[in-house]
């Protein structure tokens, strides 16, 4: 073995060390990744909306002990709680022994992705066609979403009250659904449109049937007759579309991708790439010195807006809940949290590389990505993680033995986007963004490194446990 050289000793101690985690971890770790991911897959294929995210964990939590909190019961260390928001947003928390005051350990991830949701009045028939009209949910390239087979999950209430669940198209011997689009033979106007109008808003119209109501007279009668079979099957009647939230998301599973099964392909891993480990790690914390506190929330794709997502008091009053159990102060609370916003950042594609700035984008299986920022054009739009706690962030990533790397959203001034960070650091708390890195993002079928995802699930558990 030749020495190192004085350049290539004094590189080694001051230079930026980034390195395929691939490369640097042994067999067991990579072992690990595969084996966690197994369990990731099933959690996307039976979790494809908000709601049935929420189901799904609230059932392995509620194996693990935890139980829904209630209000005015006070809880000692090592109780393990959930507190459930309209089915759609779930805080898990487990008790610490420092008293709440002193500060929660938060992960935050979001479980709604972008899809297209059924319009209030969807439901009509053309040239004998019955279709459904959409309006596209989060930010989506519309023509990726033609010619692809789509199932359609969701709840509709009737007047009553009574919650029909509805989901068609996951299970193999069950139908599903399509947009079509128009043939290459008579695009020729089409193909001039920008890819932004490729396919227009209007045209995202679902094809659900094409059979007539058996009868001589009337019309339409292929829409008729599915409001028969869906009365039929949910009691639903046309004006029960209005109190319905239906999604129509891509009908396809979770599985590997490449020939040495290091990747996972799959709708929806914005942001169950994240939200999985910070369940899973949620579930494991036992003891915890400080209160360890996952939320999955909804919302997000569209800003965060409303009483499921992030921007409203629900993580607050949470919080704030669990502080005065204790006779402490909720904002005393919030101000000496800490958070990690486990989102997903875009990762450097080899045939899109132009958009990114090497030195600053994420590579797959470099770990999980640490993003100091998000935002577009002059850091518009984003929660800068203060330097000190980065600082605190790196240091416990190094500690802990796990695989990370820096992020940033693209080149400066290319485009940009947000997370939930910048909502929880305007209650006080510390936050900075930590996640997996994404190919495809948004689109119905989206591509993660497995060694990613079990770094992102290592750091949730360490920041909480
Ligand atoms: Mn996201
Ligand atoms: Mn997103």
Redesign the pocket.
Known sequence: MSEKTAAEQLKEQLFLKRKNGRLTSDEAVLNKAQEYCEGYKDFLNCAKTEREAVKAAVKAAEEKGFKKFEYGKTYAAGDKVYINNRGKTLALAVIGKQPVENGVNITAA?ID??RLDLKPNPLYEDVDLALFKTHYY??IKKYQWTAVPLALHGVCVLKDGTVKEVSVGEKDNEPKFVINDLLPHLASEQVKRTLNEGIKGEELNVLIGSHPFKDDKGSELVKLNILKLLNEKYGVTEEDFLSAELEMVPAAKSCDIGFDRSLIGSYGQ??RVCAYPALTAVLEVENPENTALAILTDK??IGSCGNTGLESDFLRFVIGDLAKMQNGDPTVALRRSRCLSA??NAGMDPTFQDVMERRNASLLNYGVVVTKYTGARGKSGTSDASAEYVAEIRSMLDKEGIVWQTGELGKVDIGG?GTVAMFIANMGVDVVDLGVPVLS??APFETTAKFDIYMCYRAMYEFMK
Request: hydrophobic content about 15%; proline content about 7%.
């Open positions: 979001h992705s972008p989060g930010g914005d942001d997000e794709e989102d997903v986007g993002m948004h």
